[in-house]
């Protein structure tokens, strides 16, 4: 199958930095980027939706200020996450679509604020 | 209603039985539906997909798909402790990102 690379897998930053995430599609053009977040032993939870070249769709209750997400072209997306708190530590995931087509994840970003 | 529904679990089956994992969404112009594997820890990996009404085949996996019922649902033959996981079902909306249920817990036991 096609192959999303993301990066980092795991980071630990202090309370009050930011963080980016940066998903690559290796293989295929990621017309739409998802991202989530799943938090330990809960399902995952879709943040936002992208789409190449314009701005994220984001789901109710989480703060587009807050987490800015960048999809500048159709093999590279990103997710910073602005002034990090404690509870924004979690398990980050992306998940590219080429048309409408199957969705490849990414492995993963393991987010620890401390 | 929610767009795609699974039954949380956990579904616990003895090794070597057949484990049947269920999707319904309300979405009647979906067109393409998955199957994605999720192991603790890790991102979810495709095993599935499907299309078509009827069902489809892949080694110890057969994916089952009726619109009209807008019912999807994944077999597991032969199962293995390997396969303990959560299995998302997800369901292309009609334009076309996918929307994903919150998975089904499968606990094989040996």
């Known amino acids: 199958g096609a192959v999303v690379s993301q990066h980092p897998s795991r980071v630990i930053c202090k309370s009050g930095t930011s963080v980016k995430i940066e998903c690559r599609s290796l293989?295929?053009?990621?017309?739409?980027m998802f991202w989530y977040r799943q938090f330990p032993k809960q399902s995952l939870m879709l943040m936002a939706t992208s789409n190449e070249g314009s701005k994220a769709t984001y789901e109710q209750g989480v703060e587009k200020d807050k987490f800015l997400i960048n999809h500048a072209s159709l093999t590279l997306s990103t997710l910073t996450v602005t002034s990090a708190h404690p509870e924004d530590s979690s398990f980050y995931i992306c998940?590219?679509?080429?048309?409408?087509?199957?969705?490849?994840f990414g492995q993963g970003t393991r987010l620890t604020v401390v | 209603q929610k767009e795609v529904e699974q039954n949380s679990g956990p579904l616990s089956v003895p090794e070597g039985a057949i484990a049947s994992l269920n999707c319904t969404y309300s979405?009647?112009?979906?067109?393409?539906f998955f199957w994605y594997r999720q192991y603790s820890g890790k991102s979810p990996e495709l095993i599935m997909s499907i299309y078509s009404n009827g069902d489809k085949e892949d080694g110890r996996f057969t994916a089952q798909l009726n619109k009209a019922s807008q019912y999807v649902s994944l077999l597991i033959r032969d199962s293995q402790p390997s396969d303990s996981a959560t299995y998302l079902c997800?369901?292309?909306?009609?334009?076309?990102?996918?929307?994903f249920g919150k998975g089904t817990k499968l606990s094989v036991k040996p």
């Open positions: 998940s590219g679509q080429g048309g409408n087509t199957e969705a490849f």
């Open positions: 997800a369901v292309s909306r009609s334009q076309g990102n996918l929307i």
């Open positions: 979405d009647r112009g979906s067109q393409s």
């Open positions: 293989d295929f053009q990621a017309t739409t």
